[in-house]
């Protein structure tokens, strides 16, 4: 039995039957019959003794009765094929997964609710701020902040696009268009589902159009005026000359491929990794592993390694996932990567999943300048969350770094312990979701057309089917349906929860926004001057 088939039996006792049935309310002595009543006792006495004996049997059938009705609850319940809702130990329903017998087509399940009906709509949805980084959901739509979304738009988002996703009366709807890489676009999909579990009805219907590959693709200088209409595409990442909507990565609902379990249990991981030692008694050097064949930044990272001529103060190792994979990922545990006082962040062939794990360590990452951002990433402020690395003198620059850290323990010790929080608290997986929520409500409100099921691509009269948990995980095999069981959403979210989902907070007016970038370049600024007047020190005390 796994652990999303756990039932409660819930036993009833009857206290006012016991207390009858034991003579715990016995008469008072002035209620006792007389000498001159004896027959009436005698009648009394029988007629009690009838009544005992008639509770008596009716307290056992009824006890019987709760034995067998129990056994029927704990049969009809442990089937992986419910029908009803199960209760959980918090009393709240839980809905697993309902799959179909082999061979039998699997169909979605009717009775998870669609709608949320709160049992006080007066009150306030949340009395929690989100994240300040959620500020930038505004941003990324503002492209179409003025003329809205049209379908002609979305169209021309389909020209790179992996699937299309439509939801109508919160229900899903996927038409696929080409593979992506690995299953990452079965595991999105997976997330947007788990979405709709958790807020059921509470997401408007929408169309949208996602591009699971890295590099952003909508290019904004191709987009100038104010009615250029660019297409809106979903992706994992940007840059700051492109205009695609950057969306949580598969990653967070597992990466089967590479044996990286869920967001939730790689942090409950990675923190019991940052339990098993203190900061000061880490190994004082910078620590990397990964693959350095995807981008030719990686492959110059890893000059800087130890060798015989130089210690640039960093520790490199190269991460080979076919070995990996048939050594069952023995050495790829997230949790024992906590061992170094610095880590390193290196993008990929683009932005990496890396670095959510990295900066959940509370080592100190020292970030290679990025050329892309996440939905996250942009919120994180250098010198507070992490140390920046120049990319054009990495070496130099990581040697820096370390050594800044270990004269400055104090310092360093707190950047790490800033990420570690940021990541383990403003990204928990229920910040992951209201991202999510809030991204995918407000560019429904930029539609300006009424989203409908899609035909097949063949143009036949059939719809699309619809898509749901049990038509993605039924049929999966391995860690897919594995990671796919471990991060699905039992629940949807009680109404009585004010903090589901958090509030939009609003959005930045242009002042503020290029105040805070600026802030965060002012701050590179100052590290790289501190870092030029080191070197220059150091290449003084050589020559003398």
């Not at 500020?135 to 049209?150: A, C, F, V, Y």
């Not at 992996?162 to 080409?178: P, T």
């Not at 597992?254 to 098993?276: F, M, Q, S």
């Not at 063949?458 to 069981?485: I, Q, R």
Request: some cysteine; overall charge positive.
């Amino acid at each position: 039995m796994n652990k999303h088939e756990r039932y409660q039996n819930t036993f009833f006792h009857g206290s006012g039957i016991y207390r009858l049935l034991t003579g715990s309310s016995i008469l008072p002595s002035p209620w006792q019959p007389s000498s001159k009543n004896k027959k009436a006792a005698a009648t009394t006495t029988t007629t009690v003794a009838i009544l005992f004996f008639f509770f008596f049997i009716l307290f056992i059938i009824l006890v019987a009765a709760s034995g067998f009705f129990g056994l029927i609850h704990y049969s009809l319940f442990s089937s992986i094929a419910n029908h009803k809702p199960v209760l959980s130990p918090t009393d709240k329903p839980e809905y697993p997964l309902k799959c179909t017998q082999p061979n039998v087509t699997q169909t979605c399940p009717t009775n998870y609710p669609t709608r949320h009906n709160p049992t006080n709509p007066d009150r306030p949805s949340s009395n929690i701020t989100c994240p300040s980084y959620f500020r930038l959901i505004h941003e990324d739509l503002r492209p179409w902040k003025e003329t809205g979304i049209t379908r002609d738009m979305i169209e021309r988002a389909k020209k790179t696009a992996h699937f299309r996703l439509v939801i109508v009366d919160g229900k899903a709807y996927v038409e696929k268009y080409r593979q992506s890489i690995q299953t990452r676009d079965m595991f999105t999909l997976w997330g947007i589902l788990q979405l709709l579990r958790l807020y059921p009805g509470k997401l408007p219907d929408l169309e949208l159009m996602f591009d699971c590959n890295d590099r952003p693709v909508v290019r904004s200088r191709d987009f100038q005026g104010p009615n250029s209409g660019p297409p809106p595409l979903f992706r994992y990442c940007s840059d700051g000359s492109s205009l695609d909507i950057v969306f949580p990565d598969w990653s967070f609902w597992g990466w089967a491929e590479t044996n990286i379990k869920p967001w939730g249990d790689v942090l409950k991981d990675i923190k019991e990794g940052n339990e098993r030692s203190e900061w000061r008694d880490r190994v004082p050097y910078a620590y990397w592993k990964g693959n350095p064949n995807v981008s030719p930044i990686r492959k110059d990272l890893l000059t800087c390694n130890v060798s015989e001529k130089n210690d640039w103060n960093t520790r490199l190792y190269i991460q080979d996932w076919d070995k990996e994979s048939k050594q069952k990922f023995k050495q790829s545990n997230l949790g024992d990567q906590c061992t170094h006082r610095y880590k390193i962040y290196v993008e990929g062939w683009a932005w990496s999943v890396s670095e959510k794990y990295i900066l959940a360590c509370d080592s100190m990452t020292l970030i290679i300048r990025p050329h892309y951002h996440d939905f996250f990433s942009r919120g994180m402020v250098p010198l507070e969350h992490y140390w920046p690395i120049r990319e054009n003198s990495k070496c130099t620059s990581l040697k820096f770094a370390v050594e800044w850290g270990n004269d400055h323990p104090d310092t360093a010790q707190a950047i790490g312990e800033a990420a570690r929080k940021y990541i383990h608290e403003d990204m928990k997986m229920d910040y992951v979701y209201d991202y999510m929520f809030h991204l995918l409500n407000e560019y429904a409100k930029l539609l300006k057309f009424k989203p409908t099921i899609p035909k097949l691509s063949g143009g036949g009269a059939a719809l699309v089917d619809e898509v749901c948990s049990e038509t993605l995980a039924c049929n999966a095999n391995g860690n897919w349906k594995k990671f796919m069981e471990e991060s699905l959403v039992m629940s949807p979210k009680s109404d009585d929860d004010r903090s589901a989902p958090c509030a939009l907070p609003l959005p930045y007016d242009p002042p503020a926004l290029k105040e805070f970038f600026d802030k965060k370049n002012g701050l590179i600024k100052q590290v790289e001057s501190w870092e030029n007047e080191y070197w220059q020190n150091f290449n003084k005390n050589i020559k003398h």
